[in-house]
């Protein structure tokens, strides 16, 4: 297994974005892997040289952008609406092959009958579905989805990898029944150490049931208490988890904590490497 940092870790969504480019170099002086990198932090009008400015950067620093973390929500009974969100997935994948990412992570989506994230976090990430409509709908909504971008995913060279974040995918089942519509050359699973409902005590089960799938894992870390939730992880477990599995490639961290990222993501890595023996 190899370490890495996401972007993320340093930008939570309020603000303006750290820049990628000092993510870059905070990465290779904590000697790191690699960076995966999330698209809202590129800011709305990133264009083609400056993402070959970060991938010339992350090769100069001996860095890979491995993955690129894209939002989208399949959820929605409109055909139209559920189109213009795989067309916005497509530009996420070309975005990603430019920077020489191998993968995209994507979300299913959710219903949104409790309004905001702040909310759905209070309601322990359980919403009734629409009226009219059941999960079975939804599951086929985002089945359709993905299969629409199976082809484009393949054509760029970058793997669709669906994350258990909430939504259809709050469980590891939700995950799997999803990627069992796909072919595991275009599809895979993102491993979230902290993406598990707080009621489910099986939440290791759960890990291992995704692990063989699992094309990347992201290890939360909450220093100075979680933005909006704060589970204990065992990672000295998950890394028994990943291993039995077979599982080879990146551990990302997702710094979530309210904390100074200046010196609460050097201590969460070095606790992983620990954890992971790294």
């Excluded at 491995?66 to 139209?80: E, G, K, L």
């Excluded at 290791?204 to 992201?218: E, G, I, K, T």
Aim: charged share 25%; aromatic share 8%.
């Amino acid at each position: 297994m190899r370490l890495g940092v996401s972007t993320y870790s340093y930008w939570h969504f309020r603000g303006e974005p750290y820049p990628v480019e000092t993510v870059l170099e905070d990465a290779a002086r904590l000697g790191l892997a690699g960076v995966e990198v999330l698209e809202r932090q590129l800011g709305p009008d990133v264009d083609r040289p400056r993402l070959h400015r970060l991938r010339r950067q992350a090769l100069t620093l001996g860095l890979d952008l491995y993955a690129v973390s894209t939002h989208q929500d399949f959820v929605h009974p409109d055909p139209d609406t559920r189109l213009a969100q795989v067309r916005r997935t497509e530009s996420s994948l070309r975005l990603a092959a430019e920077l020489g990412a191998a993968c995209i992570r994507v979300n299913s989506g959710r219903w949104k009958t409790v309004p905001g994230f702040d909310a759905l976090m209070a309601a322990g990430g359980v919403e009734p579905p629409l009226p009219g409509h059941t999960e079975a709908d939804a599951f086929g909504w985002v089945g359709e989805c993905l299969e629409r971008l199976a082809p484009e995913a393949e054509r760029c060279g970058v793997v669709l990898a669906l994350e258990n974040h909430w939504g259809l995918t709050a469980r590891a089942e939700g995950v799997l029944r999803l990627l069992d519509r796909l072919r595991p050359e275009v599809a895979g699973a993102v491993l979230d150490t902290g993406n598990f409902r707080p009621a489910d005590a099986d939440r290791y089960d759960q890990m291992a049931s995704l692990a063989p799938r699992a094309v990347l894992v992201h290890a939360k870390a909450y220093t100075g208490g979680g933005e909006w939730y704060d589970p204990q992880v065992d990672h000295r477990r998950v890394g028994h988890i990943l291993r039995d599995a077979g599982y080879r490639g990146y551990v990302s961290l997702e710094f979530e904590g309210r904390a100074d990222p200046q010196q609460a993501v050097p201590a969460a890595l070095a606790g992983l490497r620990a954890d992971l023996g790294l």
